[in-house]
Structures are given as structure tokens and as C-alpha cells.
């Protein structure tokens, strides 16, 4: 597909935005009467999904809370998707107005040079794989997760007391683990951004395109208990769970110090179905 093409494409995806947000402010400000009414509605309604789909290509989707009133009171809704129900309101309040500036946002990125270069680069990489070669990808890293510290224990014996990597913090262990990753993997990426989730955004540690995996590593320190780390594999498996073309996550958690106290509870707990997307927590040494 040509540059003149994908242009195209890109273009009808902005009057796709256009027309859908022309459409909420209309029915956000009732700029309609009893005839056109039941159209607009209806207009919304069968374009939302496809703009949802074009918000999350542009990494546009923000998660949003809506509190009651103080006076009110009642239940805080966190991390709800304004594009489900987009028309309902919550204790008066109106998704619009957030869903408009995820559009404004999402046309920035689309009117972009990097974004047409981004879709230049993506038509041509390779044909998807099969199944089973992503589960025989999904196999091979949670074997290197697994077989992780032999290696960094191996990397400490060399020849003569010649300098080494220290693998001391988590860059270093993102670095070892990329390096083991080329072994088998060719499209390894690390520059992708994440949906916004609980009001932040962040870095992906690795994207394996082909076999739809995310990578997302940590390490361990004194400061960082098991109930941080807990709750940091929370965040992190909410917000990839709206990341678009992934459904594996895998949650790698090196712990030389065996700081963890119980974690194979851990990685019970949070391995499983997280609505579309399976996540393995894997945690080494002292992991199963």
C-alpha cells in the first residue's frame, strides 16, 4: 500500500472523528429537534465503535473517574470508558465533553508526519503467524523469564574477574532481557505508549508485534514490598487491557533478594483472564 493510499485512509479517518464529534456536540448542547433527534442518536451509535477503534490506534483513549456530588454521595465509578454508553449520563454528568478532546487529540496524531511513516512501516512487515507459533513464542519467553537468574549468576564468573553487567536496578534487567530476546525474536519494540489509566500513561518494556505479546518487566528492592508490587501488576494488567492488537501480557518480576515472601500466591492470583487478554506473572528466582 502506497503512501497516497494510506493518506486516504488517514483523511477518512479524520472525517470519521469530525462527523462523530459534530454529532455529540449537537446531542451534548440538544441542537436538534423531535425529528432529527432519533437520527443523531442513531448516527452515534453505529459510528461509536469504529471511533473508539480509530481513538485507540492514535493511544488517544484515556480511562476517566466520575464521583457523585459531595452532597449526594454515593458510589466513585474509576477507569469507566466514555465511549460505553457515551450518551448516558453519570450523577448528571456527561462523558462529551472528555470523549471531544480524545477526538482533538486523536486528530493531532493523524494530521502527524510520524503517523503516516508509522502505517509506511506497518504495511510492510511480515505476514501474521499461526497460533501455534504464538504460543510456541509465548513458551519460549517465559522460559527465559524463568531461566533468568541462571543467567545473570553466570554472567558474574568470568575468566580472570573481567568486568561484567551488575544487573543492580531495572534497566539493567530490561537490558539483559532484551538482549536474550533477539535470540529468537526479530521485532522487538519498546517506543509504544499505553492507553491512560488511573489519569497516567506509560512506556511499554516490550512489544513482540507479531506474536501480540506485552512484556512488562520489574525488579525488586527493599523499598518495594510485595503489596507495591501487587498493586503495580494491577495497573499495569488494567491498562493493557485496552492496549489495541495484544492479547498476551506477560509480567516478569526478577527477584534475586527473595524479597517476595510468598510468590507463587502472587503469581496465582494475578495469572488468569483479565477480560481479553491472558496474563502470566512470572517471578525468579524464587517463582515457579
Known amino acids: 500500500m502506497d503512501a497516497p493510499t494510506l493518506q486516504k485512509l488517514i483523511t477518512e479517518k479524520i472525517q470519521l472523528l469530525s462527523s462523530f464529534k459534530t454529532n455529540i456536540r449537537r446531542w451534548f448542547h440538544g441542537e436538534y429537534d423531535n425529528e432529527s433527534k432519533s437520527e443523531i442518536r442513531s448516527q452515534i451509535n453505529r459510528s461509536v465503535q469504529q471511533v473508539r477503534k480509530v481513538i485507540l490506534e492514535t493511544g488517544c483513549l484515556k480511562l476517566i473517574t466520575i464521583a457523585p456530588p459531595p452532597a449526594i454521595g454515593g458510589l466513585i465509578i474509576h477507569n469507566l470508558d466514555p465511549f460505553n454508553n457515551v450518551l448516558e449520563n453519570y450523577y448528571g454528568r456527561s462523558k462529551i465533553p472528555a470523549v471531544e478532546d480524545m477526538i482533538d487529540s486523536a486528530i493531532g496524531v493523524l494530521e502527524s508526519h510520524d503517523y503516516l511513516d508509522h502505517l509506511l512501516k506497518s504495511v510492510e512487515e511480515p505476514e501474521e503467524i499461526t497460533e501455534q507459533q504464538k504460543l510456541k513464542a509465548l513458551k ?103 492496549h489495541p492488537g495484544y492479547n498476551t501480557l506477560i509480567c516478569f518480576v526478577y527477584d534475586p533478594e527473595g524479597l517476595i515472601g510468598n510468590p507463587a500466591e502472587l503469581e496465582d492470583d494475578l495469572s488468569g483472564l483479565h477480560d481479553r487478554i491472558s496474563v502470566h506473572v512470572v517471578i525468579t528466582p524464587s517463582g515457579s
Open 140 to 242: 519460549r519467553v517465559l522460559q527465559l523469564c524463568r531461566r533468568f537468574h541462571l543467567v545473570t549468576k553466570q554472567l558474574q564468573s568470568r575468566y580472570s574477574s573481567r568486568p561484567t553487567l551488575m544487573v543492580q536496578d531495572e534497566y539493567d534487567v530490561q537490558d539483559l532481557f532484551g538482549s536474550l530476546l533477539r535470540l529468537d525474536f526479530d521485532d522487538i519494540r519498546k517506543e509504544e505508549w499505553t492507553p491512560s489509566y488511573a489519569g497516567k500513561s506509560a512506556r511499554v518494556d516490550f512489544l513482540l508485534k507479531r506474536e501480540n505479546i506485552i512484556i512488562e518487566i520489574k525488579k525488586t528492592r527493599a523499598s518495594l514490598t510485595a503489596k507495591e508490587i501487587g498493586y503495580q501488576l494491577l495497573i499495569d494488567i488494567g491498562r493493557y487491557k485496552v
